[in-house]
């Protein structure tokens, strides 16, 4: 490392703030230019967004985020579950919640301030503060004062091409995942929507709200406090919200600390269904298996009655008319937004006869087990990019010592 240089961020970099068009003014927006918000900042690579700006938009109150740029947030509740960072592939314009941040590329590649921003996420999180209404931040002036150790542009290319391998198999997987989900849906509006009139339906069809399927809901328990796995005896897991939001699989969640009373109050049972109601609404998991684990007060678990076949009920959670529900509820706040657990089991559910949702559950069970193993590969992916990302950007560990295909 002693031919590395070493730089204050701020200074091989350049900052610029976004901002938001006045939202009650219709000429502003669902124009041709993507626009990213905390909601929105959610892929390594960022193209486009759902949301739409017009030119007059980005005039009146956006900026346009240059290709290769980074995109961090730096102020909003999902600070507290991770730190969302990106990398610009096509112009977008974004919002005052987010920073763009420019490489010097004389000095460093971009792809390379990508990725020593995702290696140092414990470093960023020790600068996280609070609003005082529940969302965290960011000083951007204690981000650019930080200290960068660079090699030169040729060994910058060297950690990024193994950098790179990681993130295509995890590109991959993710893309077959969003395949399977496609399938998944297709397979949904093809049992109950396509094929169904809504004003003439089957004979023992009905519908109703999410409550009519509901034996047990229930929030998770305020008394649950994470903790090491050293200070008790018994391994009890955690879901928490940011479990949910970053798809981790039930061997990753934390460690946490509770009574034999709280632990069978909030126990997690096969195919019991958990939603998330603060900070990130609506992301919600089935539960493959009964597990010694329980879930906190950022979330809520729903137990199915014999009515119901959880798998059914949790593909209807996936579809558009539910994402469109939950939004409601959450706005574009970026303050911590909160569901209540009665606004969640009043969302509109069809009750098809239960010999039609077994039929179409079984055609779902494969879909949904090859899912679920390919998030348990991304995220041991990740577990191990993050982890020798530092050590290579460090210098501790040379490229020669990482195989490709590590």
């Not at 792809?111 to 470093?123: F, M, P, R, T, V």
């Not at 940011?242 to 126990?267: H, I, M």
Request: charged share 25%; proline share 4%; aromatic share 8%.
């Amino acid at each position: 490392m002693s031919h590395w240089n070493r730089f204050n961020l701020g200074d091989i970099t350049t900052w610029r703030s976004g901002g938001t068009p006045p939202k009650m003014d219709k000429k502003y927006w669902n124009g041709t230019i993507p626009w990213i918000s905390a909601k929105t900042l959610t892929t390594r690579k960022i193209s486009n967004s759902e949301i739409l700006i017009t030119q007059e938009g980005l005039e009146k109150g956006s900026r346009l985020a240059k290709i290769d740029s980074i995109l961090l947030l730096v102020r909003g509740s999902g600070l507290y579950n991770d730190i969302p960072i990106s990398i610009v592939e096509s112009p977008v314009a974004f919002n005052q919640d987010i920073k763009s941040i420019e490489a010097d590329k004389s000095i460093i590649h971009p792809y390379y301030l990508l990725y020593w921003l995702i290696g140092n996420k414990d470093l960023l999180n020790t600068k996280l503060e609070s609003t005082g209404i529940g969302a965290g931040k960011f000083d951007t002036n204690q981000l650019q004062n930080l200290e960068v150790e660079l090699p030169s542009l040729k060994e910058q290319e060297g950690i990024l091409s193994i950098a790179r391998c990681w993130d295509d198999k995890i590109e991959l997987n993710r893309q077959m995942n969003h395949t399977l989900e496609q399938m998944a849906q297709a397979l949904f509006k093809k049992y109950f929507v396509e094929d169904v009139d809504s004003e003439n339906l089957p004979e023992g069809w009905r519908m109703g709200k999410l409550k009519d399927a509901i034996k047990k809901a229930n929030t998770g328990g305020d008394a649950i406090k994470r903790a090491p796995i050293v200070d008790y005896e018994t391994e009890w897991r955690c879901a928490r919200v940011g479990d949910l939001a970053n798809k981790r699989p039930y061997q990753e969640w934390g460690f946490c600390e509770v009574t034999n009373s709280v632990f069978e109050n909030f126990r997690l049972r096969k195919n019991d269904i958990i939603v998330t109601r603060t900070a990130i609404l609506g992301i919600n998991a089935i539960i493959p298996e009964d597990l010694s684990a329980v879930f906190n007060n950022g979330l809520i678990r729903i137990r199915m009655n014999e009515d119901f076949n959880p798998l059914y009920v949790y593909q209807a959670m996936q579809s558009d008319n539910y994402s469109i529900y939950i939004d409601r509820a959450s706005g574009d706040s970026s303050t911590r937004p909160n569901m209540q657990i009665n606004y969640l089991l009043d969302y509109p559910l069809l009750k098809p006869s239960l010999e039609t949702q077994n039929k179409f559950c079984l055609l779902l069970e494969s879909l949904l087990s090859k899912k679920n193993q390919n998030e348990i590969e991304i995220y041991n992916l990740i577990n191990l990019r993050d982890t020798l990302l530092p050590k290579l950007m460090s210098g501790e560990v040379n490229v020669e010592q990482v195989p490709a295909t590590a």
